[in-house]
């Protein structure tokens, strides 16, 4: 069994992995970069000038399949531009909010082409037997992959953590990857960065409570990713707990009704809707999810003003347009990854805000990525998805490590 890194070894994002065994071929990943060659932000509408450099992905393919670990457009984000021909194997949770993202994109992965998987599952394509394994990330239902061919087992580990709200999905990997692990894949964002190690989503739900507690007459923005569902529980937790209202828009609705009972939708206690009928989410989520469905859940630009301290605001650019005359002594909660202030030229600086950040990344820390490599003791580990692939040597100092460079390949 051959690998290679099409991309990822050297950064964070933009993530793809070629296996390859007998004449037969998958590929892991096919993810957008995050930064250009010159470390600017990447415009989406550069991307054909990034496909990962691999004939058998287009006009003639021979790849046999891609596995998509998680929703997130640094790992699927390329993938409508391989051939239609190739089938996608990913988690229900991860094709769902993949189509979703991708309601507004022109270019897009046909849903036809998605197989879904669960985990645990094991599956057989060419000469190659994968099993998936569920691992939590900040993407819901994101996965990690075992890979099997010619003798020898190749583990995958995607993007994870083990802080967030199902970090026992952890320790069922721990336990699930029982055999000779000959090469561990292992991601790497954390190690060299420069967000606090151990955080965890009950530290985010902690401190969210702490702050909304604090008087504050203004209007409360809070910024994070719709898509994270640990997320928004953890603010609806928040919300309940200091009795604030949570208005939500209808892109966040529309996410919640694909999700179990379990998870609160827009019609629950403390939750409200925003409608801002003239925005592009609205527009296009309106076509079969209609305005009157939120009913008395419905809340109005004027009901907000009226008791501004009453709501916790959900921070989408549509819904700051509708608020822009009254943004001046607002209170903003960041609940994401710093560096999306930067990628849009941090949009509050200036307006006289009152700036939070409140985060715990979605991705391992180094305690976890030590725990897994001793646990899986695998023959070799491979940096990937990480910005410091030189520092693994230092922190994996049980373990032999090999850093491949991008389009090198490697025999196990």
């Avoid at 809070?222 to 009795?243: D, E, L, M, P």
């Avoid at 009972?261 to 206690?269: F, G, L, T």
């Avoid at 990344?361 to 990480?386: E, M, N, R």
Wanted: proline fraction near 3%.
């Amino acid at each position: 069994m051959k690998l290679s890194i099409l991309r990822g070894s050297l950064e964070i994002g933009g993530s793809c992995v070629k296996i390859s065994h007998d004449g037969h071929a998958i590929i892991i990943d096919m993810g957008l970069p995050l930064y250009d060659k010159d470390g600017k932000n990447f415009d989406k509408r550069k991307a054909r000038e990034m496909l990962p450099d691999e004939p058998g992905l287009y006009k003639q393919p021979y790849i046999d399949a891609i596995l998509l670990s998680h929703s997130h457009q640094d790992h699927y984000g390329l993938i409508a531009y391989s051939a239609e021909s190739i089938p996608v194997y990913a988690s229900k949770g991860s094709i769902d909010l993949t189509l979703i993202s991708e309601m507004l994109e022109k270019f897009k992965i046909s849903e036809s082409r998605f197989r879904m998987i669960k985990d645990k599952q094991v599956f057989i394509i060419g000469p190659f037997e994968i099993t998936a394994y569920s691992v939590d990330h900040s993407a819901y239902d994101s996965m990690a992959f075992k890979v099997k061919a010619g003798g020898k087992t190749l583990v995958y580990s995607g993007d994870f953590r083990a802080n967030g709200q199902r970090n026992w999905v952890f320790e069922n990997l721990l336990k699930g990857v029982n055999e000779q692990v000959d090469a561990l894949l292992l991601e790497g964002t954390m190690i060299g960065g420069t967000e606090r190690q151990n955080r965890t989503e009950e530290n985010v739900e902690d401190d969210l409570v702490k702050e909304l507690q604090k008087e504050h007459k203004g209007l409360t923005f809070i910024s994070f990713s719709s898509q994270n569902i640990g997320r928004f529980r953890s603010i609806y937790r928040a919300c309940v707990k200091t009795r604030k209202t949570f208005i939500i828009d209808p892109y966040q609705a529309y996410i919640l009704e694909k999700w179990p009972i379990s998870m609160p939708k827009y019609n629950a206690n403390n939750i409200k809707v925003y409608c801002v009928k003239n925005s592009n989410h609205s527009k296009v989520i309106f076509k079969d999810y209609k305005i009157y469905k939120f009913g008395k859940n419905k809340i109005s630009v004027k009901e907000i003003l009226e008791n501004p301290e009453q709501y916790v605001i959900i921070d989408h650019h549509h819904v700051r347009e509708a608020f822009k005359k009254k943004l001046e002594g607002s209170r903003v909660i960041w609940s994401m990854w710093e560096g999306y202030l930067k990628q849009e030229n941090n949009y509050w600086a200036g307006k006289n805000v009152e700036m939070c950040k409140i985060h715990a990344s979605g991705h391992a820390d180094v305690a976890a990525l030590k725990k897994l490599a001793d646990k899986l003791k695998p023959g070799v580990i491979i940096p990937i998805h990480t910005n410091n692939p030189c520092k693994y040597a230092d922190i994996f100092k049980k373990h032999k490590v090999l850093k491949l460079a991008d389009k090198e390949e490697t025999k196990l």
